[in-house]
Every structure is written in C-alpha cells, then in structure tokens.
C-alpha cells in the first residue's frame, strides 16, 4: 500500500477549518496549526486522534503538502518567512485575490486578467510546486457538497508539474470531492472568484464531474 502524502493546514478561518473537518471525514491525518495557536490545540481537540495541532514551522516541515488556507496578501509573506522551510514542498494555494467593496460585495484587488495563482507562483520558494486547489467553492459549499454520494461533487484545481496531480487528486478524494484539473498555472484565473469556474463567477453552483467536463 502507498503511503500517503502527510498534509498541513495552516490557517483555520471558514475554508482552513473545513478542509480540515473534510480531511478527518476522509480518514486522512492532518497537521493544523494557526496564528492563534489555540485555535488550533481547541480544533484539534474537536477533530480526534487524525488532527495534530503544531506550530507553523514544525507543520510545514513535517509535511509533504502545505495548504497555505490565507489570505492572498499573506501567502508571499508566508514565502519570504518560511522560504527554506517551504523548499521542496507541494502549496495548495485556495487564495483569491479580493476584499469587500462599498457596495457590501466583493472586489478583485489585482488586475482584472491576473490571478492570484501566477502572482504566487512567481514567488515561489525554491524547489516548491504550486496547486491552485479548494478555492473554488464558498466555505458554505464547501462543507455542505463534500462526501456526497453517488455522485461526487467536483473540485478544480490547476498545476504546471504533473508529477503532484496524483497526490492532490487523492487530497481532494479524501475530502469528498472528484478532482478535475482545468490545466497549468496560467489557468487559475477561471478557478478564482469571479472566474468561468468559479461558484462565485459564471459558473454559479456546485457541479458534478459530468456537468464540471463540460465546461472545459
């Protein structure tokens, strides 16, 4: 049996804390660790023997898969503070880049045709792989279409190094969810909000693999 990829969390707002409760359901163990540490001791209590609440630093070091579950604007500082920690290692980055407009919506804080997955991956540590993955469904949704059955509902995610889409595919698995991928990096854009397949962009809702075909 192939062991699997040993996956951190960090960052336990509405999505960290779900892909975290989605990852338990899935019987994969997890590190979490947050700002707060004891946000992460009292979730990891929640969460069972799988959850493991650490530090920052001795959760990315510990894993194969980082999950940087942070605002856009904190990932890079996240590179530059852990920049050799971070060396090697596979980022999952569900950030989208926006913040509340006057209107009581929200607003892209980046240029109209740039992504937050490009901008990220041009400031990669060295040696490390990004994913675009798990941003593209709101926290509610998140929760609510993850582990259905018999039709899965579907997670995109976007990567240039095919040699990690295995391991991601079997992260989004165990969280509930198919994996489809849209294709490299420079197509994260339709993966962030606002985007062709984003919930929060044209494509609207939670789709099955079927439907989530379709549109590519």
């Keep these: 049996m192939t062991t699997k990829s040993k996956v951190a969390i960090i960052g336990l707002g509405n999505i960290g804390k779900t892909i975290a409760q989605n990852s338990i359901k899935g019987n994969r163990s997890i590190f979490i660790a947050s700002r707060k540490k004891e946000d992460a001791t009292t979730l990891a209590k929640e969460l069972g023997s ?4 650490t ?10 898969i980082i999950v940087l ?15 050799s920690e971070l060396q090697g290692k596979i980022i999952i980055d569900p950030s989208n880049p926006i913040a509340p407009d006057e209107n009581g919506g929200f607003k892209k804080i980046i240029g109209e045709k740039e992504s937050a997955g490009q ?8 040696g ?10 709101g926290a509610a949704s998140l929760s609510s279409a993850a ?3 018999p039709d899965k509902s579907v997670l995109f995610y976007a990567s240039d190094d095919t040699t990690v889409d295995s391991k991601v595919e079997e992260f989004i698995h165990d969280n509930g969810f198919d994996a ?3 294709g490299g990096i420079d197509q994260s854009i339709r993966i962030e909000v606002f985007g062709d397949l984003h919930e929060f962009g044209a494509l609207g809702k939670v789709v099955t693999a079927t439907e989530a075909i379709a549109k590519l």
């Design 50 to 53: 799988l959850a493991t609440a």
């Design 55 to 64: 530090s920052t630093s001795d959760a990315i070091k510990n894993a194969d």
């Design 69 to 83: 579950s942070v605002w856009f604007n904190t990932i890079q500082d996240l590179f530059q503070q852990y920049g």
């Design 119 to 126: 901008l990220n991956a041009a400031m990669l540590p060295k």
């Design 128 to 137: 490390a792989k990004l994913v675009k993955a798990f941003g593209t469904l």
């Design 147 to 149: 582990h259905q059955s």
């Design 180 to 182: 489809v991928k849209v």
